[in-house]
């Protein structure tokens, strides 16, 4: 994942709410998942490893958050723990054969989520965050974004 790339999630996650941050996760996923393949492609074993460990917490995390009081919580967990040992198999096999079974069967479970997202109208998670104004400025071959540094952030009484 590029550095521009983490910033773009980390603004985006800063005022997500519940089911935008679950949209947001999932697209992190598939950028760790290209990260595998462009590894893989260039036989590069670290980044490879790196990428999987990054993929893999992802789906760790969905894991965790399920709520098993809902009955499709429990084939959440089943997808999401195959798709672990999916990516288990990229660093035994050295090799990203399978993943694109695991990043077409994710997209399907993101295209669901999507439209559940559509009906939710909560407020972001996190209060306070740094505000972000875009427009004011255009850098050479994109816009430039700036950030309120005025801001208390909550850390004041």
């Given at each position: 994942m590029t550095k521009k790339q983490i910033q773009e999630?980390?603004?985006?996650?800063t005022h997500a709410?519940?089911?935008?941050?679950?949209?947001?996760?999932?697209?992190?996923?598939?950028v760790y998942f290209d990260d595998i393949v462009r590894a893989?492609?260039?036989n590069d074993r670290q980044a490879?490893?790196?990428?999987?460990?990054h993929a893999d917490a992802v789906l760790k995390s969905f894991q965790e958050t399920l709520d098993?009081?809902?009955?499709?919580?429990?084939q959440l967990y089943a997808l999401y723990d195959?798709?672990?040992?999916?990516?288990?198999?990229?660093?035994?096999?050295?090799?990203?054969?399978?993943l694109d079974q695991s990043r077409e069967m994710l997209l399907k479970t993101y295209h669901a989520?999507?439209?559940?997202?559509?009906?939710d109208t909560s407020g972001p998670l996190m209060r306070n965050a740094q505000q972000v104004y875009a427009g004011y400025t255009y850098g050479k071959h994109d816009l430039n974004e700036s950030?309120?540094?005025h801001s208390s952030r909550g850390f004041l009484a």
């Amino acid at each position: 994942m590029t550095k521009k790339q983490i910033q773009e999630f980390t603004r985006r996650i800063t005022h997500a709410n519940r089911s935008g941050l679950t949209l947001i996760k999932f697209e992190m996923l598939f950028v760790y998942f290209d990260d595998i393949v462009r590894a893989c492609q260039e036989n590069d074993r670290q980044a490879m490893t790196d990428g999987v460990h990054h993929a893999d917490a992802v789906l760790k995390s969905f894991q965790e958050t399920l709520d098993f009081q809902y009955e499709i919580s429990a084939q959440l967990y089943a997808l999401y723990d195959f798709h672990r040992r999916q990516l288990s198999k990229v660093i035994i096999k050295n090799s990203a054969e399978g993943l694109d079974q695991s990043r077409e069967m994710l997209l399907k479970t993101y295209h669901a989520f999507q439209e559940a997202a559509k009906q939710d109208t909560s407020g972001p998670l996190m209060r306070n965050a740094q505000q972000v104004y875009a427009g004011y400025t255009y850098g050479k071959h994109d816009l430039n974004e700036s950030y309120d540094l005025h801001s208390s952030r909550g850390f004041l009484a």
